[in-house]
């Protein structure tokens, strides 16, 4: 059992190391313990974990910085067949990203609870004119 944990230690540190230099994330001193021995997190949550910084990171330095011109850029992208039918890229999609940013990833019922943003209304209206039910 010693063994194993020593090769799945190993293999992580080489896995984390591979991320990191792949995306051009340079490894922080605050992220170090992903490759150190903690033996509760695997390769695959590893990645999670520095998907979701570089994500952020993203977010914050690239796409905030353009919040004044994010809704005109937003006209000109491309719909999604996998996307609502009322859904508006230059006014969701921007809505979704201060929601990310606000609440934080994968917090979609506070996003979508959100006064400040357009899906609360949207729900609402639509639970109204009966086009959205409620599953019993």
Known sequence: AKELEKQYDVKRREYV?????DSNVEMKEDMSWLACGDISLSSAQCKRVLQRVT????????ILPMKEELPKLLTEARLSTTLPSWWIPSE???????????????QWEKICSDPELPFLAIAEERMKSGVATIPS
């Open 55 to 62: 994500l952020f990171k993203n977010l914050r330095e690239k």
């Open 17 to 21: 190391a591979s991320l990191s230099s």
């Open 92 to 106: 969701h999609d921007t809505a979704l990203i201060h929601g990310v940013v606000k609440h934080g990833f994968g």
